[in-house]
């Protein structure tokens, strides 16, 4: 029997498969090297497993509490301070949540109704405007500059309508490797005050800064501090995607609307997991782990002809292709796949009209070096015929 598909909502109809998705289960299918997906290396820290394991062991199987359990809480609240120098209560301002997407939706569905409008720097992090749609809202790009994807606030200012409900942030940025300012975000902020907007942040690479760039959270502005929801993750930092365990911090107003809204839909995130996770206060991996293979990747890239600029901050990089092929990104991406057995992401995932990113690709330098070399030797070979 077929589906009809007047069962689907708009809402669910409207969302399309994520293209990197879709691609990295093609290169997975044909052994392909991967040079596009986010994906952490190795296991997560030895103590992690040991505890999460003897959180099963003890009987730890059922409900937490929909807050998040109270140790997981607290070691959110001490890294934050720790780190950042941001003092959070991790008892009414932190909620544990189901990776940082379920940390997102669930900001999302606190501070935005059916028809407001959320504005999206641009590029963006593919699944937002899904999110954005899925909770009825409409998503407004804001371009980023051309010159070194700075947040441009008259570009934000002229954004605004009346319908405008809330920002939805990424820093460490993904595709771009911008890590925003403490200018841009001090900036922003003002607006979001003056004009009653909240500010989702999406910080999931946080840990993951490089070189002289400062991260500088909305979170860590006082002034600020009630129309913020800052989503964060373990799944980079320490090595558990497939943990998906996350978390929102916010003031204790928005906090209280976020945990109900985790209640109606995750109830809470898996007991035992956050149980091990909760056993490190710091996290195993940083910036400093993979700084050799972003400079390599970053020189490689700029070698084979692309134009290119170091990320600040992040796993991802973002080059420009039109000097070494003719081709828009989604088929250079698709060849270089089919040609070559090495994935890339096209640049035409990341903008509202896919041609805008027609000139770009995306590549993640979390690699062991020997894969991360094994990609770049294909697409370098590739690229050398000069057949264009």
Not at 308 to 315: D, L, R
């Amino acid at each position: 029997m077929s589906l009809n598909k007047t069962l689907l909502s708009q809402r669910a109809a409207g969302l399309t498969p994520l293209s990197v998705g879709r691609l990295a289960a093609t290169a997975r299918e044909r052994g392909a090297v991967d040079l596009a997906s986010g994906v952490p290396l190795g296991n997560p820290p030895e103590a992690v497993l040991a505890a999460a394991t003897a959180a099963m062991r003890a009987g730890h199987n059922q409900y937490a509490p929909g807050a998040g359990s109270p140790q997981l809480r607290a070691v959110v609240a001490e890294r934050l301070r720790r780190d950042r120098a941001a003092v959070v209560d991790p008892e009414h301002e932190v909620t544990i949540t189901s990776g940082a997407t379920e940390g997102v939706l669930a900001a999302l569905l606190t501070c935005v109704d059916p028809g407001d409008e959320v504005l999206v720097p641009e590029p963006w992090f593919e699944s937002y405007p899904g999110a954005v749609r899925l909770v009825g809202a409409v998503p407004r790009p804001v371009p980023l500059t051309s010159d070194g994807w700075r947040l441009d606030i008259d570009v934000v200012r002229a954004a605004i309508t009346p319908r405008t409900r809330a920002i939805l942030l990424n820093t460490p940025h993904n595709p771009t490797g911008r890590v925003f300012s403490a200018a841009e975000t001090a900036a922003l902020m003002e607006v979001c005050v003056r004009q009653d907007i909240v500010c989702i942040t999406d910080e999931v690479y946080d840990n993951f800064v490089f070189g002289r760039s400062e991260m500088t959270s909305p979170l860590d502005l006082p002034s600020a501090r009630e129309h913020v929801i800052a989503v964060g993750s373990f799944s980079k930092s320490l090595q558990m995607s497939g943990w998906r365990l996350g978390y929102c911090v916010a003031s204790p107003a928005l906090t209280a609307g976020l945990r109900r809204v985790v209640e109606r839909t995750t109830v809470c995130a898996p007991t035992p997991l956050q149980e091990g996770a909760a056993a490190v206060s710091t996290a195993s991996s940083g910036a400093e782990n993979f700084r050799s293979t972003r400079e390599a990747m970053v020189e490689r890239l700029a070698e084979a002809g692309m134009e290119v600029s170091p990320p600040e901050g992040g796993w991802f990089v973002f080059a420009r292709i039109d000097r070494v092929t003719p081709l828009p990104a989604g088929e250079f991406a698709t060849r270089l796949l089919d040609e070559a057995g090495v994935l890339v992401a096209p640049g035409s995932a990341f903008f509202a009209d896919p041609r805008d990113g027609d000139r770009w690709i995306r590549t993640c330098f979390v690699r062991d070096f020997e894969i991360m070399d094994q990609g770049m030797k294909r697409l370098e070979n590739y690229l050398r015929p000069a057949a264009w």
